[in-house]
């Protein structure tokens, strides 16, 4: 039940180690293969990773320009502002304090807590 995914112990758990063991399994196959023939033995490994990746690229790309891009940009308007003697983009800091997300879920590598880039009915940084 839930009680069994929150402590690890359920069906959840389960499948994300076993993730990790093939993930490992894996690469170490891929490792004694380098090692055998060379950095070309990624070559395969690369296309077909490239290939399964493929299909979730736009959806990788708007999160991308949402979320960390649209930071690094507000941020580079923050430092121009500074740069030009402007501070007042300083008063709309706040605190926020955001609660565990309500979907705790297994990804790959374990626990995927995902916390949404802004608070509530926020778009980008740095909005009122």
């Known amino acids: 039940g839930e009680a069994d995914e929150a402590d ?6 389960a499948a994300a180690r076993r993730r990790k063991d093939l993930a490992v399994e894996g690469f170490l196959r891929l490792r004694d293969q380098v090692a055998e023939h060379g950095p070309a033995a990624l070559e395969e490994f690369y296309a077909t990773a490239t290939s399964l990746v493929r299909p979730g690229l736009p959806a990788w790309r708007e999160r991308w320009e949402a979320g960390p891009l649209a930071a690094a940009l507000a941020t580079g308007e923050h430092l121009d502002q500074l740069d030009g003697g402007r ?10 304090v955001l609660g565990p997300p309500d979907d705790r879920r297994y990804g790959n590598c374990g626990r995927l807590d995902a916390y949404p880039p802004y608070p509530p009915g926020q778009t980008r940084p740095g909005e009122p």
């Open 87 to 96: 501070h007042d983009h300083l008063s709309q800091g706040r605190l926020t």
């Open 8 to 13: 690890g112990t359920g069906a959840g758990a």
